[in-house]
Nanobody, 121 residues
C-alpha cells in the first residue's frame, strides 16, 4: 500500500510563510512527477505547481515568484515553500504523485489526504 501524507498546514497572517511537506511511503519502486494542488471552499481543485523527477518545475501564474516546489528523491518527499501568503491562498492543499509500485510496470496517480492552509487578513 502506497500512501502520501501531507503536513505543515496551519493558520498564518497575510504576508507570512508556510512550508508544506508530503512524504510518500510503502512499496515504492519509483516516483515520477509530483504535484501540489489546492481547493478553496466551493471551488474546483487546481494545480499549484509540479516538479519532475529531474527537478523541472512549473507553477500556476497566481503563485509564481511566491511559492517554490522542491523534492528529495532519496526520501520520496515533496515540499512547497509558500511566501507572501494572502487570504486568496486559503485552501486545502493536496499532494499528488505518479508512483510505480515495486515489482510492477504500472504508474498510478496517488493523492494525499490534504492539509488546510488558512491565511488571515
Amino acid at each position: 500500500q502506497i500512501q502520501l501524507v501531507e503536513s505543515g498546514g496551519g493558520t498564518v497572517q497575510a504576508g507570512g510563510s508556510l512550508r508544506l511537506s508530503c512524504a510518500a511511503s510503502g512499496s515504492i519502486g519509483s516516483v515520477n512527477t509530483m504535484r501540489w494542488y489546492r481547493q478553496a471552499s466551493g471551488k474546483q481543485r487546481d494545480m499549484v505547481a509540479d516538479i519532475t523527477s529531474a527537478g523541472i518545475t512549473t507553477y500556476a501564474d497566481s503563485v509564481k515568484g511566491r511559492f517554490a516546489i522542491s523534492r528529495d528523491n532519496a526520501k520520496n518527499t515533496l515540499y512547497l515553500q509558500m511566501n507572501s501568503l494572502s487570504p486568496e491562498d486559503t485552501a486545502v492543499y493536496y499532494c499528488n504523485a505518479d508512483v510505480r509500485s515495486i515489482g510492477t510496470f504500472t504508474w498510478r496517480s496517488r493523492w494525499g489526504q490534504g492539509t488546510q492552509v488558512t491565511v488571515s487578513s
